[in-house]
Each structure stands twice: as C-alpha cells, then as structure tokens.
Nanobody, 131 residues
Framework: QVQLVESGGGLVQPGGSLRLSCVTS????????VGWFRQVPGKEREGVAC????????QYTNSVKGRFTISRDNAKNTVYLQMNNLKPEDTAVYYC????????????????????????WGQGTQVTVSS
C-alpha cells in the first residue's frame, strides 16, 4: 500500500509563495503519475498539476500555468509543488495523488473524480491565501 504524506501548507498573503511537498512511502515514479488536486467546500476536487511516469513530464490546469511548478526528486521519493503569485482563489485543501492514469493522456491529464477512481491519496494540507 503506497502512502503519501503532504506538508508545506499554510497562510500566505496574495502574491506570496508556498512550496508543498509530498513524500511517498516507496519509489513509485516509474509506475505511477503523481500530482496535486485541490478542493474547496461544496466542489469536486480538481486536478492542479501532475508529473508523468516514467519521464516526469509536467502538466497543469490552465488557472495555474505560469505560477505553479511541479517537480520530483527521485532520490528522496518526493514531489514538490512550488506555488508563486498566489491568489485568494487558490485557497483550498491540496491533496497529493498517485495513479497509473494520472498525467497519462495529453488531452486529459486529470480524469475527473466522478468518472475515475484514483489509486492513492494523501491526507491533504490547507492552503489559505488572504490578506
């Protein structure tokens, strides 16, 4: 059973930056796409960024392109999400996720949750962007 543990959330002012980390319990990057979803109350979780298996090609949802960067460190079994120029609408619980279908298709990097069941989730970390 793969375990994912997130850290790095917090409170930041608009325009600020945060870096989220997701440590995996084993090296899964050759077998699973890994990425980040976020959720606000009353809405379905949405895909934010992902990095493909095994070559690590990133993809992003349109609203974060140019502001967020996903990366991975194979030696540390860790995926990062660097978030810059944060906006109040980025406020959400951010979840790390791993799945063979994540980041697998260029036209659908984040299969929607109401149509697809993802393999592994972290517990989530709160990001709040507010002045």
């Amino acid at each position: 059973q793969v375990q994912l543990v997130e850290s790095g959330g917090g409170l930041v002012q608009p325009g600020g930056s945060l870096r989220l980390s997701c440590v995996t319990s084993e090296n899964i990057f050759d077998s699973y796409g890994v990425g980040w979803f976020r959720q606000v109350p009353g809405k379905e979780r949405e895909g934010v960024a992902c990095i493909s298996r095994p070559f690590g090609r990133p993809q992003y949802t349109n609203s974060v392109k140019g502001r967020f960067t996903i990366s991975r460190d194979n030696a540390k079994n860790t995926v990062y999400l660097q978030m810059n120029n944060l906006k109040p609408e980025d406020t959400a619980v951010y979840y790390c996720v791993a799945d063979v279908g994540l980041c697998h298709r260029d036209d659908l990097p984040f299969p929607p949750l109401h149509q697809y069941r993802y393999d592994f989730w972290g517990q989530g970390t709160q990001v709040t962007v507010s002045s």
